[in-house]
């Protein structure tokens, strides 16, 4: 099996805005081509991520 790096998702574990997710007790997964471009081990055009356990107003919130 071939080691698989995407250096845009990589980072993206240590950026605040997921620490800020998760810090809420939220759960971030990210969706989308960007799996398939991570799988392909190609770079993402844009990043996709649902957010599991927060409402609508908070997560707002937190991209304010």
């Not at 698989?4 to 605040?16: P, Q």
């Not at 997710?21 to 190609?42: A, E, H």
Request: hydrophobic share 40%.
């Amino acid at each position: 099996m071939r080691k698989l790096f995407n250096y845009t998702l990589h980072t993206l574990k240590k950026s605040d805005f997921i620490a800020s997710i998760i810090s809420n007790g939220w759960v971030p997964y990210l969706v989308g081509g960007c799996v398939r471009d991570y799988i392909m081990n190609m770079q993402p055009k844009d990043i996709d991520i649902i957010v599991v356990g927060c409402d609508k107003d908070e997560l707002i919130d937190l991209l304010n």
